[in-house]
């Protein structure tokens, strides 16, 4: 076997003249296309940086000045009275609301955030269904270009606080009438509270939020409150177009909590 | 501007007619197909203008060249699922040398392993650490590859003699 035999067989192969020439016009339209052509991968890092940067300027105004999520264009504030004729309330946009339950101690305070002597006495709201925690936690939304708004809660009612003298409080035919089914008194009082179904839903005209003191009551299992409780606020705007944000109710220990979904 | 582009086709110029046939006969032997060989040659030149290497002398840039190839070869091979073998018929059309069809054909049918070290040392006449340089395996593996390649086509050319085909 001689090797230099092979050798000089290899060596003797050629490209032919046709294809050394294609080569090189190849070649050379590869490199006048490398010359012109934008250099992608160099640019990809670049292309990159100007998305996030135009996506934030995008997201801008999605961002409130906590620097929260805001995921609509409205704001939606969590109420509850307090004791002492103060209120409680949280910028659901910025935070979560943490609202507590009624205690022991606020059994026979019709004015806490929760009443529970007013549930152990008196049940659920309409007499069949589930039992309610009745709280003084009310919403309202702030924005610009609103018409109205509606909300609904997939589980628990809307309420009404009402106060009634002793006649209204004995007209039972108005009660029902009225879905007015609570009724308590202070000692010594001739004046009745009482608690007034809404319903799962409401609309309210935007300027006309204050006049319309509708509290939550949820749901609740031996006071443990039902899970996936949701809270839609959907707004009407003047030009036609509509948005909804839904919350989220959920129990922490002795407390209620409200959160943007 | 202009300028650049002079240079470049001054240096595809250089290149093709420096070592065009040298990468070629490589390629053709490898892949035994003549578009896949122009195809690798082509590509090989392109890397070349694209990644503008700075070399040290001649000799390292056509190590750098073949290194390349033998890269490219080795890619074409793996995406080739039907392995193509040229038709000594063919083979004439590239081969000057009529009386050492045979052979070329032999190392063509060689696996691709062996056919790299033999056509480095053999035709490219590199020693055993440089071409362990240029195909990145150890020189052991070299020489063992050397030394199997040479005993598959001593008997392929042995036997081919023995049964009156030469």
């Known amino acids: 076997m001689d090797f230099d035999k092979m050798k000089h067989a290899v060596k003797s192969i050629e490209m032919s003249k046709e294809m050394e020439n294609r080569v090189k016009a190849n070649c050379k339209n590869a490199g006048m296309k490398k010359s012109k052509q934008i250099h992608y991968k160099s640019w990809i890092s670049v292309a990159c940086a100007f998305g996030i940067v135009l996506l934030m300027i995008i997201g801008i105004p999605y961002f409130n000045n906590s620097g929260d999520l805001q995921v609509a264009n409205f704001t939606i504030t969590a109420y509850a009275d307090l004791n002492d004729d103060s209120q409680l309330h949280t910028n659901l946009s910025a935070e979560k609301a943490t609202f507590e339950l009624g205690t022991e101690d606020r059994l026979d305070n019709i004015g806490g955030v929760a009443t529970r002597d007013r549930m152990d006495t008196l049940g659920g709201v309409g007499g069949d269904g589930p039992n309610y925690i009745f709280t003084n936690v009310k919403l309202k939304l702030t924005g610009e270009e609103i018409e109205s708004i509606t909300y609904t809660m997939n589980k628990g009612k809307f309420i009404e606080d009402v106060i009634l003298t002793v006649e209204e409080a004995n007209n039972k035919d108005q009660l029902v009438l009225d879905k007015i089914y609570i009724m308590l008194r202070e000692p010594g009082s001739d004046i009745y509270q009482g608690i007034k179904e809404i319903g799962n839903t409401y609309t309210v005209p935007y300027n006309e939020q204050d006049q319309y003191e509708y509290t939550l009551a949820i749901p609740h299992d031996d006071w443990v409150v039902e899970d996936d409780i949701i809270l839609s606020a959907i707004v009407n705007y003047t030009d036609g177009n509509s948005e909804q944000q839904d919350i989220i109710v959920m129990q922490e220990s002795n407390s209620i909590s409200l959160a943007l979904k | ?166």
């Not at chain 2, 030149?45 to 070869?73: G, M, Q, V």
């Open chain 2, 1 to 166: 501007m202009q300028q650049l582009v002079w240079s470049a086709e001054r240096d595809i110029e250089r290149v093709v007619d420096t070592y065009g046939h040298m990468l070629f006969r490589i390629c053709l032997v490898i892949l035994c197909n003549e578009q896949d060989a122009e195809d690798v040659v082509q590509d090989t030149i392109i890397k070349y203008l694209t990644k503008s290497p700075t070399f040290n002398d001649s000799e390292h840039e056509k190590a750098w060249l073949i290194t390349i190839t033998t890269n490219r070869c080795k890619n074409m091979r793996r995406y080739n699922f039907i392995r193509k073998h040229m038709d000594i018929s063919n083979l004439q059309l590239y081969c000057q040398d009529e009386e050492n069809y045979g052979l070329l054909d032999d190392l063509m049918k060689l696996p691709d392993k062996h056919k790299f070290v033999l056509l480095l040392h053999y035709v490219e006449g590199y020693k055993v650490d440089e071409i362990a340089k240029i195909l990145s395996i150890t020189s052991s593996a070299v020489k063992k590859r050397l030394q199997r390649g040479r005993e598959l086509i001593r008997n392929r050319y042995e036997k081919e003699t023995e049964y009156g085909l030469r």
